[in-house]
């Protein structure tokens, strides 16, 4: 396939003018923002502000009502979630989503094979090829995943099986990252655990990162953005987004900023 | 972390070698049957076996799809219909060399499930079910009305089907072996499948379809592959229906006929390596018992098959595969 | 075709296509709001006939017989309703398959036992027997307007319940959302079952209807049942008013396919391969038409949003 005109060549993740509506109800408005590689940006915003529904109309499983996604060059607005992934575009999910049956290795070897040639190979049995377990393996070690990687996913705890999700998510070698929520649901002691691995991912992979959990996002975050009634309404440096009185005011109450 | 990633986990092949040995045993066991039916009433146990045997060979196709993939195909009978007409309508006219039938009924299936899948693959769940039946029905009426080729009745061939010159088709113990044959390959073909890559995807899509499409697989197209090989294996027991009874009737492509197919993928217990070939012939094997102890057997097959649904939470399946002892469940 | 026979079987199609609403709106209203699907809802149909047999037979009163056995497909209904398929909701597509296949099974051997396999006929009531002239030259039976005129009738009811009710409310609310009607404090499980009874009585009023000018026979709610699937499919599954419109389209879409194609294909071909080939071709049109509208439309055509 020819080279697509490249447009704006220093921002990974480029997303502009993006409206989505439910109903009658606006969900995201107006959204512009850049991911550019090497950074990690946050993405908050008080309960209902559309964030979810903004990375579901990032890897594709809504559809703008209008505005254009750009990732790597590209104009991915309407590509199916599939060919997204395969463009180097990985996603873990607020509820998490793995395999429930399936050992641990075979949930991340699953993603490291769908990069390799012959994804979908009819022969020969899967879960004995070296290849692919040996890059799951690296994977799980990266994130230091620490159960037996013979165990059903469904067996490992709540904070196990997001350890895991991430450990698909880099297995997919992808070029950014978007974590939905990753802390969601984890005990203070697993969180600060959570971050440590998200730190060393952060200079691996560019992260679109969006969380409740504010202590993360100030260790992690070189730039926050704050979503509120569907409207990115600052951007900037975490200490500028602390300052913002039009944040502060959104925020009142919602959180200790 | 303490184990390097050589042993593979808990997966539908582990436990291979036991399940291995089972499905080698079913097979001796079926391999022997020619030989002792000749000492009983040869022709009716060697029919029954036989006709068994092609079910089986249609009912692991449809585990495929259903056990392993997930998908309620409501229609399989419809593709062992067009193995079965084409074989029919091709040696009434006169082409009954197996050689040349045989790569009709896989193109004609080919298309037929490639077009049918597009549309029914596109929707799901309950959706899928009724499309499916919908489309097989099609077909029962497109037969029902083919008044040249038996209609409603049904159509008896004149003749049988040939290979390069032998009637080796015609041999009731030939057919035998032969309908052995396909469904050992087809066993070994779809338990290769469901183990492969391309398994294993199908597989977890049945869990998680978004979870696989986020890391970049195509999932209607994995479905699409499966449903195709599904529909192909089921034409090709259509071929062998045809060529066994030298009858076919519209009835074979009947939603009832759907049905009993889902009936014994369900009490094999669903994607498993025996379960389907077990189911099939449990199923067979019933059916004749209750109707050899009465007519009217469905008043006691049908309310069983209620109570089996109701009396176990995960359905008739896991019901079956309990009693069995769970053994060869993934 | 001459203009009087067209008309003739646009009238037969109408006729197919009420019994098909009537058959429909229940399997449509039950999936709807339940998520429940029944293989077992074209048995209602079948009872439904049955019962109008027996209970003429008892009280050779035509309107009575309506009266009796429509409120007996109701009971029969709700019975399966209680004894099986409410404990069958939260269970998967397979066993709810499974479940009614079983129940279609029973049934169908059931009749052949206490009414033996032939077919079997009710005749219509002296006071809409004969047939009366529509236009010049055009004679047609009182009895199938009186069916037309009455799944009109149900049609519009149907539509005045649903849309001007708080019954009808609460099972469109239903269809969309199930935990905001619960939530709502209604008692979710008898919703269910006025809906699932009210079904199965549609279903098998449709049975008695047509006891008269159908043999009413073991396991003839078996290929009509797929029928409705497809009108439901096409109308999108949960809509009375997509059910209604197509079940008409389908209707009359398969009266006049069978009634024309062979005459149509007659134009392009000789006439013996028009004669074989018409009556196939015309078996798959309405499967044809479903294939294409699902190509466009895979929901159907008025499919209610469904949200979580």
């Given at each position: 396939m020819s080279k697509e005109a490249v447009i704006v060549p220093e921002a990974l993740l480029k997303v502009v003018d993006l409206c989505k509506n439910f109903g009658g109800l606006?969900?995201?408005?107006?959204v512009n923002f850049d991911l550019f590689s090497g950074e990690c940006l946050a993405l908050i915003g008080p309960n209902g502000a559309g964030k979810t529904t903004l990375i579901h109309q990032l890897s594709g499983f809504f559809t703008p009502d209008s505005g254009t996604v750009i990732f790597d060059g590209r104009?991915?607005?309407?590509?199916?979630v599939h060919a997204r992934a395969r463009l180097g575009l990985a996603r873990s999910f607020q509820i998490t989503s793995i395999?429930?049956?399936?050992?641990a290795l075979e949930n991340v070897a699953l993603a490291v094979q769908a990069r390799t040639n012959g994804s979908l190979r009819l022969f020969g049995i899967a879960a004995d090829e070296k290849t692919l377990n040996d890059q799951a393996f690296e994977a799980l070690q990266m994130v230091g995943f620490d159960k037996q990687i013979t165990t059903i996913a469904d067996n490992l705890s709540h904070g196990e099986k997001r350890i895991l999700e991430l450990a698909i998510a880099i297995a997919m070698k992808p070029k950014a990252l978007l974590l939905d929520e990753p802390m969601a649901g984890i005990g203070k002691h697993e969180s600060l655990r959570l971050i440590e691995i998200l730190k060393s991912l952060k200079s691996r992979y560019p992260l679109l990162l969006v969380e409740h959990d504010m202590e993360a996002v100030f260790a992690l975050a070189d730039r926050v953005a704050v979503l509120v009634y569907g409207k990115i309404i600052a951007t900037g440096t975490p200490d500028e987004v602390r300052q913002n009185a039009e944040v502060k005011a959104a925020y009142l109450g919602e959180s200790a900023m | 972390m303490n184990v390097a990633p050589d042993k593979k986990p808990g997966t539908v092949i582990s436990n291979l070698s036991d399940s291995y040995r089972l499905s080698i045993l079913i097979f001796l066991i079926l391999a022997l049957v020619p030989v002792f039916a000749r000492y009983g009433a040869e022709g009716f146990i060697l029919d029954l076996v036989n006709r068994a045997i092609i079910l089986a060979l249609a009912a692991i196709a449809l585990d495929l799809i259903l056990g392993f993939g997930g998908m309620v195909s409501f229609g399989h009978a419809a593709f062992i219909g067009i193995g079965a007409y084409i074989t029919a309508i091709m040696v009434t006219e006169g082409f009954g060399e197996a050689l040349i039938i045989f790569p009709i009924v896989v193109v004609v299936s080919t298309l037929f499930a490639l077009i049918t899948g597009i549309i029914c693959l596109r929707t799901s769940g309950v959706y899928f079910i009724m499309i499916t039946l919908a489309f097989g029905q099609m077909l029962f009426f497109a037969a029902s009305s083919l008044s040249t080729y038996g209609g409603d009745d049904g159509l008896t061939i004149w003749g049988n089907v040939t290979i390069l010159g032998s009637d080796i088709f015609a041999d009731d113990v030939g057919i035998f072996y032969i309908s052995l044959g396909f469904l050992i390959a087809g066993l070994f073909l779809v338990q290769t499948l469901v183990g492969s890559r391309f398994g294993r995807v199908l597989r977890a899509a049945k869990e998680n379809e978004t979870r696989i499409s986020a890391l970049g697989y195509n999932v209607l197209r994995v479905r699409l592959t499966a449903y195709v090989i599904a529909g192909v294996i089921a034409g090709i027991a259509g071929f062998l229906h045809t060529s066994q009874a030298e009858f076919v009737s519209p009835a074979t492509m009947r939603w009832q006929h759907s049905g009993e197919l889902i009936i014994m993928v369900a009490l094999g217990g669903?994607?498993?390596?025996n379960g389907t070939l077990i189911g099939a012939f449990a199923y067979v094997l019933l059916i004749q018992a209750l109707s050899d102890f009465t007519q009217d057997w469905k008043l006691i097959f049908g309310p069983l098959m209620v109570l089996a649904v109701l009396s176990k939470n995960g359905g008739i399946g896991r019901f079956f595969a309990y009693v069995k002892g769970g053994r060869n469940r993934a | 075709m001459s203009t009087t026979l067209f008309l003739v079987q646009v009238l037969n199609g109408l006729q197919l296509g009420v019994l098909l609403f009537l058959i429909a709106a229940g399997l449509t209203l039950v999936f709807g709001v339940m998520g429940f699907i029944n293989l077992a809802h074209g048995v209602q149909y079948m009872v439904g006939a049955y019962f109008a047999v027996a209970f003429y037979a008892l009280t050779q009163n035509f309107l009575l017989t309506v009266i009796l056995a429509s409120a007996s497909a109701l009971l029969l209904g709700l019975l399966f309703e209680v004894l099986i398929f409410r404990h069958l909701y939260d269970r998967d597509h397979l066993d709810h398959v499974l479940a009614t296949f079983g129940i279609i099974l029973f049934l169908n051997q059931a009749t052949t036992v206490l009414w033996g396999p032939e077919p079997l006929v009710i005749p219509e009531p002296d006071f809409l027997s004969g047939s009366i002239p529509l236009v010049e030259g055009l004679l047609y039976p009182v009895y199938r307007l009186a069916i037309i005129a009455v799944g009109l009738a149900v049609a519009g009811l149907l539509w005045f319940m649903v849309t001007r009710t708080k019954l009808g409310m609460l099972v469109r609310a239903g269809a969309t959302n199930l935990e905001m009607v619960s939530a709502l404090g209604v008692n979710i499980r008898r919703l269910f079952m006025l809906v699932f009874g009210f079904g199965a009585m549609l279903a098998g009023f449709a049975g008695v209807l047509s006891a008269p000018i159908f043999s009413v026979e073991p396991g003839m709610g078996d290929d009509i049942l797929i029928v409705a699937f497809v009108v439901i499919i096409v109308g999108g599954i949960g809509s009375i008013r997509g059910a209604f419109i197509a079940a008409l389209v389908i209707g009359l879409v398969d009266t006049l396919g069978r009634s024309m194609m062979t005459d149509i294909l007659k134009l392009f071909m000789d006439a013996s391969a028009a004669n074989q080939i018409g009556p196939a071709l015309a078996s798959m049109l309405i499967y044809v038409l479903m294939a294409a509208i699902l190509f466009f439309k895979p929901t159907g055509l008025f499919a209610p949003g469904k949200t979580a």
């Open positions: 606006r969900v995201n408005a107006d104009d991915i607005t309407h590509l199916p395999i429930p049956s399936l050992s | 669903m994607g498993t390596r | -």
